[in-house]
């Protein structure tokens, strides 16, 4: 297994991300507790020692399994880490119930980490807001020994991670981004990962594969990849790439099986980022394959003086490229409940008037309307 130094200590440069743990039946509330402890086992036993878990992963049950499976070990010989669930804005006014119910179910006195979960566009102003005391709580259990690294990870734009940054960036230790070759021009990857390094912030990865994405491909971008490296799995094109950005530290990969954990630990055992002409050609492969399905948008914002229900006609797009391409997710339905109901893309009233002075000649009107039966 591969090490990072961090402060002085060594990470593993894979973290086990407990988001996706095998379950019974489909049901993600249903933990299959035998083979995710034969997991936990096997990535201990095999040099792992970055465990990330989180209050709502398999809605409350990822972090009681934490507790359950690495209680039988030395405490010192693993770091835990797991996040203030501020995803939520109704539970601001209560950081300390949730932190001292999490040391609970984690059966520690401690984590390693501690986050402020997802930060976006939805909960950036509650998270600043000064009446929930976030930041204050946070630093208080840290004083007390409680949290011994304090970061964030976030979904936002740059002008929210800058936002937060310029509030709390002094007291940021780490900030965990979604980092791979798909969004690293796709959803601004690049920028975030320049614009954390210009903090001094070690980047923690998450959404190596893009949600499992990345861990497949179809016979064109197969193709390419056989050229780019020979004898070369498809998953690890991802992994390599991570470790070919300066400043990431810990990649998490949220493994579902033990097939997965094997393959994932055996391509972290070496160190074989690419070379920068490889590195540019995967990133070329990749904004090929995301620009075929795109509607071809410049944002030139002539569309949005033209509409009557004044739409952020760009952003809603952008939005819709997101998640049509990539088959779905979470992202764009999460920035879309992020904003104020009448500008939501179902407001369309289907008059057509952006289109006539479009000129890229996008039919506005029929994306809005799919767009918001995808948002149902």
Not at 301 to 313: A, E, G, K, R
Request: glycine share 6%.
């Amino acid at each position: 297994m591969i090490y990072r130094d961090f402060k002085g200590i060594k990470l593993s440069a894979l973290g086990f991300g407990t988001m996706r743990l095998p379950v019974n039946n489909g049901n993600d509330t249903d933990i299959c507790e035998k083979e995710a402890e034969k997991m936990y086992a096997y990535a201990y036993e095999h040099g792992v020692n970055y465990f990330d878990t989180a209050w709502g992963y398999h809605s409350g049950k990822s972090e009681l399994m934490a507790g359950k499976f690495l209680s039988s070990y030395p405490r010192n010989t693993y770091y835990l880490a797991t996040k203030f669930p501020g995803y939520d804005n109704s539970n601001m006014p209560k950081v300390r119930e949730i932190f001292e119910e999490q040391l609970k179910k984690c059966q520690t006195e401690y984590f390693d980490f501690y986050l402020f979960h997802n930060v976006y566009e939805g909960n950036i102003d509650d998270y600043l807001d000064p009446r929930f005391h976030v930041m204050e709580t946070l630093m208080e259990f840290k004083a007390a020994g409680k949290i011994k690294h304090l970061g964030f990870s976030t979904h936002g734009s740059i002008e929210v991670i800058k936002r937060f940054l310029n509030a709390y960036g002094k007291n940021m230790e780490f900030c965990q981004l979604q980092v791979n070759y798909m969004d690293w021009h796709f959803q601004n990857a690049e920028e975030k990962v320049k614009l954390v390094s210009e903090w001094g912030i070690p980047i923690w990865v998450m959404e190596p594969l893009r949600g499992g994405k990345l861990a497949k491909a179809d016979e064109e971008m197969a193709s390419t990849l056989r050229e780019i490296r020979p004898n070369t799995s498809i998953p690890s094109f991802a992994f390599r790439f991570l470790q070919s950005i300066p400043g990431v530290t810990v990649v998490l990969s949220g493994m579902s099986d033990m097939e997965q954990m094997k393959e994932n630990i055996k391509i972290w055992n070496t160190d074989e980022p690419l070379s920068k002409s490889e590195f540019d050609r995967l990133v070329a492969m990749t904004d090929k394959h995301t620009k075929k399905g795109e509607v071809p948008c410049t944002a030139c914002h002539y569309c949005t003086s033209h509409c009557p229900q004044s739409l952020p006609i760009p952003d809603l797009i952008s939005l819709y490229n997101e998640h049509k391409i990539t088959g779905g997710g979470f992202i764009a339905p999460m920035a879309i409940a992020a904003m104020s109901e009448d500008k939501r893309p179902h407001n369309c009233i289907g008059c057509r008037s952006c289109e006539a002075v479009c000129p890229q000649q996008i039919k506005i009107s029929e994306i809005m309307s799919e767009f918001a039966e995808m948002m149902k």
